[in-house]
T-cell receptor, first 114, second 112 residues
C-alpha cells in the first residue's frame, strides 16, 4: 500500500533531550516536507527536500534539523527540544509530476515537550 | 498563492450531496484549485484538483466557474466518515512544488 509512515505517533519528552521523528514513503517521491500544526496557526512548513541531499528551510525552521540521505526517508531532528515545539507534526511527500502539486501526508506525530 | 474564502461550517444529511463552496476571485491563470480535507487530527488528505475544467474522481467532483473566481466541491453521497475540515487552496501547478498553506477551511458535519 502506498503510504507515508511516521514514527512515533505520540511522544512525550523533556526539555533538551534530543529526539528524532522518522518519516518514510514507499512511492518513490522526490519531494518531501515537514509541517507542524498548531491551533489557530494552521499548517506551517518546517523544512522541505526536493531530492536526495537537497533540503531547504520552510517558514519555521528554528530548532529543527533534517537530512535526506535516501529518497524514501526524511527524518526530523530536534537537537534540544523546548516546550514551544509541542505540536502536531506531519510529514508529506509529492511526486514530481508536471501540472500537479499533490501531497500525501503521514498520520502525524503528536509531540509534547515538558 | 491566491487567497481563498470558505464558509466556516456546513451541515449535510447522510446520503445527500454535500456542496462546499470556495471563492478565489484573485486566482491567476497558472493557479490550480486544490481541495484537501482533514479528519480530526489525522493527516490532511488530497481530494481533487482542477485548472478550469470540471473534474471528477472516485471521491468527489469539482465544479469551477467559467471565470474561475469560484468553485464547488461536491461529495455526491455524504457519509458520516466525510465529517472533516475541508480546505480549498489555489496554487501554481507545473513543477513549482511548494508548501501547502491551509486557511481556516469549512467544517463539514454529516448528520445521520
Amino acid at each position: 500500500e502506498a503510504q507515508v509512515t511516521q514514527n512515533p505517533r505520540y511522544l512525550i519528552t523533556v526539555t533538551g533531550k534530543k529526539l528524532t521523528v522518522t518519516c518514510s514513503q514507499n512511492m518513490n517521491h522526490e519531494y518531501m516536507s515537514w509541517y507542524r500544526q498548531d491551533p489557530g496557526l494552521g499548517l506551517r512548513q518546517i523544512y522541505y527536500s526536493m531530492n536526495v541531499e537537497v533540503t531547504d528551510k520552510g517558514d519555521v525552521p528554528e530548532g529543527y534539523k533534517v537530512s535526506r540521505k535516501e529518497k524514501r526517508n526524511f527524518p526530523l531532528i530536534l537537537e534540544s527540544p523546548s516546550p514551544n515545539q509541542t505540536s502536531l507534526y506531519f510529514c508529506a511527500s509529492s511526486p514530481r509530476t508536471s501540472g500537479t502539486n499533490i501531497q500525501y501526508f503521514g498520520a502525524g506525530t503528536r509531540l509534547s515537550v515538558l | 498563492d491566491a487567497k481563498t474564502t470558505q464558509p466556516p461550517s456546513m451541515d449535510c444529511a447522510e446520503g445527500r450531496a454535500a456542496n462546499l463552496p470556495c471563492n478565489h476571485s484573485t486566482i491567476s491563470g497558472n493557479e490550480y484549485v486544490y481541495w484537501y480535507r482533514q479528519i480530526h487530527s489525522q493527516g490532511p488528505q488530497y481530494i481533487i484538483h482542477g485548472l478550469k475544467n470540471n473534474e471528477t474522481n472516485e471521491m468527489a467532483s469539482l465544479i469551477i466557474t467559467e471565470d474561475r473566481k469560484s468553485s464547488t466541491l461536491i461529495l455526491p453521497h455524504a457519509t458520516l466518515r466525510d465529517t472533516a475540515v475541508y480546505y480549498c487552496i489555489a496554487m501554481p501547478g507545473g513543477t513549482s512544488y511548494g508548501k501547502l498553506t491551509f486557511g481556516q477551511g469549512t467544517i463539514l458535519t454529516v448528520h445521520p
